[in-house]
């Protein structure tokens, strides 16, 4: 027999301006009652949300069913910024490195595979271009450091074969409306969502196939006579198998404990405006160096929006005060009015937190943990593609559903242990406040 006390849940720090602004098309459902099912998945994010479809598409005769503790679209899928990326992103090495040619190539196509599963889920739900936009992205310079860190990263591409170009100060000016950038760096296979809206519309494409359980945390997940039995505060749910799509909260279930970093990234959204300088309808871009800004201009209905995100800060503890993240907002204002001065009274009308998950080897904490249990977590500050795959793979695994790319997946290293607390909280903090300060105006 083997029991999970749950004692911490998730919390949330602000209104996610994603979320605020999409509109929610299906109902609540709370757990009430014990059930029982094929399988169980807990988390609905990227990761459980994309083994629900998976296992919709190769067990449509199954029982699935999926607890979220909070509610869909309000926890971490809804607040990111919403880059599904195909290239190298690996924001814990300080720049977006290429390692050796044939690891590289693994990733893309990694990538790719889980790029590739959305658009199939965005065009079966009927999701709009302003949801899921195959736009490419741009890394913008502002420095002449970020100007080489982008010529750099350009050589590495090429070196590939990836495509990509140049945009010079001209060409940022005229897309943004801002003199603030040097030049960027355009490549093609990226799509920008919106997160809170593309979370839903998975959603409420998979109510035929799946039960979904919003404000059901799972209290209590035990294993007895061969099943689990997850319980919550209305009832439990009884599986032959589940899978843990819950990100760093992992640890919480008693597994990967000291191996995962608990990171908070911050965003603002500014209250609609019109005829402002802000160049094309909308935009986005990722910072040349990643402990930059990311900014995106949204635009409908004849209005516009700026969201940016900024700053990162290490919490083991799992949640960001509201001081922070005013404090932060603070910040976020300078930097959104260093780039865009005449919308300077144009206020915030949201700003929140973030979680994301690093493991200090860039691996996912991934595969059977238990019998019958799955893990789908960590995805490395790369969400919306590494959550996606993950989900996947994990269906995948736990189905015997065998592929060159689960086999590549799963061969990979634990998550590396962390120096104990508070060491890990003072050399994490200390290392992301050195990188983001020689980020400098990228920032």
């Known amino acids: 027999m083997s029991d999970h006390v749950v004692k911490r849940l998730p919390a949330e720090s602000g209104t996610s301006g994603w979320e605020a602004i999409s509109k929610r098309c299906f109902p609540v459902r709370t757990l009430d009652g014990d059930i029982s099912a094929d399988w169980l998945i807990i988390g609905g994010g990227f990761a459980g949300l994309s083994a629900a479809r998976r296992l919709a598409q190769l067990r449509p ?80 310079a502002a420095t002449k450091r970020g100007m080489t860190l982008n010529a750099n990263y350009g050589r590495s591409l090429k070196a590939i074969g990836e495509e990509h170009r140049f945009l010079d100060a001209v060409e940022m000016r005229e ?159 300078a930097s959104l009015d260093a780039r865009f001065p005449d919308l300077e009274d144009v206020p915030f009308e949201y700003i929140w937190a973030g979680r994301l998950c690093l493991s200090r080897n860039h691996v996912p904490a991934f595969g059977e943990i238990e019998e019958g249990l799955y893990s789908a977590c960590c995805e490395n500050g790369l969400g919306t593609v590494k959550s996606t795959l993950a989900g996947v793979m994990a269906v995948d695994l736990a189905t015997g559903t065998r592929s060159d790319m689960l086999d590549k997946f799963s061969h990979q290293p634990q998550p590396a242990r962390l120096p104990p607390e508070p060491l890990a909280w003072l050399g994490v903090n200390t290392v992301i406040r050195l990188q983001e300060l020689r980020a400098g105006r990228e920032g």
């Open 61 to 140: 005769g199954d029982k699935i069913v999926l607890m979220e503790a909070g509610e869909i679209a309000k926890g971490p899928a809804g607040r990111n910024s919403g880059y599904m990326i195909d290239t190298p992103h690996n924001l814990s090495s300080g720049e977006y490195s290429v390692a050796g040619e044939a690891e590289t190539k693994a990733e893309i196509a990694q990538n790719r595979f889980a790029i590739s599963f959305a658009a199939d889920a965005a065009a079966e739900y009927g999701m709009s271009a302003r949801t899921f936009d195959r736009s490419g992205k741009i890394n913008a």
């Open 175 to 333: 897309l943004t409306g801002s003199s603030y950038y040097l030049g960027g760096l355009f490549t093609p296979g990226a799509v920008m969502i919106q997160p809170a809206d593309y979370i839903r519309g998975i959603a409420a494409g998979l109510a035929s196939n799946v039960d979904i359980f919003e404000h059901s945390p799972v209290l209590k997940l035990a294993r007895t006579g061969g099943a689990w039995k997850a319980v919550s505060r209305g009832g439990s749910v009884t599986a032959q198998k589940v899978i843990l799509g819950v990100n760093g909260h992992i640890e919480d279930f008693g597994h990967f404990r000291g191996r995962l970093m608990h990171i908070f990234t911050y965003a603002a959204m500014t209250a609609p405006f019109t005829s402002k300088s802000t160049g094309k309808g909308r935009w986005a871009l990722l910072p040349a160096d990643p402990m930059g800004a990311t900014v995106r201009k949204i635009s409908s209905d004849g209005s516009s929006r700026i969201v940016i995100r900024t700053r990162f800060t290490y919490d083991w503890s799992v949640q960001v005060s509201e001081k922070r993240l005013a404090g932060i907002a603070a910040e976020q204002r």
